[in-house]
């Protein structure tokens, strides 16, 4: 009992003594903001591991932290679009700044096959990837982006914030020329599967291509399978990516009958560097 007290005791002081009380949407975004923030900043997190950010309500316990927080950072994913308005009725006050602003969005891959679906301009919104934190160039705006709102939020502790900023940005330039050099020998446009297409902007910070299996976030049929069978030997393809949050039924179908791994690998992993890396090594076939 005594030790529950002190826990509690500790979660509160950190969270009184904090001198920034922010709230991130993903993960990823909790692991950047603490390497610039460090103790200085308490952070909640919405979306927790094995949760969509599609389709996420938060808890009436996220709901009340919305109301003790000053700044909210925002990054694209789709819950946001519901939710930010409500956040802000709850609590007038909070600062909204979105990470991904200053990022050049790419639109979502999709199958030739099916790809006439894509017209519908009224979706144009929903076209774009969200998964902008999947390349080291844009993990550095989104970093920069922190930075500025913690200065602006608490700058007489400008110096610590610049000096954990450009230790993290050494860390993602470490980063990326380890991943630069594992895939120094795979030709360029050389494509790889994944179930949900989540890697685009790694894909195209690095010259290679993702090729979706799902079709509209749905299984894909049996003929729809047979086409992304011929396109997958064609293309000789190494590895199939897919994610906890998905069924990986014909990812295994595919994996089986071209002998090659399914990789679970998420976007939304804590482990955000192991993730670039097995990715690159997985296509290096290395």
Not at 20 to 41: R, T
């Amino acid at each position: 009992m005594k030790r529950y007290f002190l826990s509690v005791f500790f979660f509160f002081s950190s969270f009184l003594y904090a001198n920034v009380n922010a709230i991130v949407s993903i993960l990823p975004e909790k692991i950047f903001l603490q390497e610039i923030g460090g103790d200085l900043v308490h952070i909640s997190l919405m979306v927790n591991p094995g949760d969509s950010p599609h389709s996420y309500e938060p808890k009436p316990s996220q709901m009340r932290e919305i109301e003790n927080a000053q700044v909210y950072f925002s990054i694209g994913v789709e819950f946001e679009e519901v939710w930010l308005e409500k956040f802000q009725n709850q609590n007038k006050s909070l600062l909204f700044v979105d990470v991904s602003k200053n990022i050049q969005k790419i639109e979502i891959a999709h199958h030739s096959h099916t790809h006439e679906k894509h017209h519908d301009t009224n979706q144009e919104d929903e076209s774009h990837d969200p998964h902008v934190w999947t390349s080291p160039k844009n993990i550095k705006i989104i970093a920069h982006e922190m930075l500025q709102t913690l200065i602006k939020l608490d700058s007489k502790n400008q110096a610590i914030y610049e000096k954990n900023y450009q230790a993290f940005i050494q860390k993602i330039d470490t980063l990326d020329l380890h991943v630069r050099d594992i895939l120094k020998d795979v030709p360029k446009e050389t494509k790889f599967m994944v179930f949900h297409p989540s890697w685009g902007y790694f894909a195209k910070e690095y010259n290679l291509m993702q090729f979706p299996i799902e079709v509209e976030g749905k299984e894909p049929k049996p003929k729809e399978l047979m086409y992304i069978l011929k396109e997958a030997k064609e293309e000789n393809v190494k590895a199939i990516f897919t994610q906890p949050e998905f069924s990986d039924k014909s990812a295994k179908i595919i994996a089986n009958e071209l002998k090659i791994k399914v990789i679970k690998v998420s976007p939304l992993s804590i482990q955000w560097e192991e993730n670039l890396v097995n990715i690159a090594k997985a296509i290096a076939n290395r």
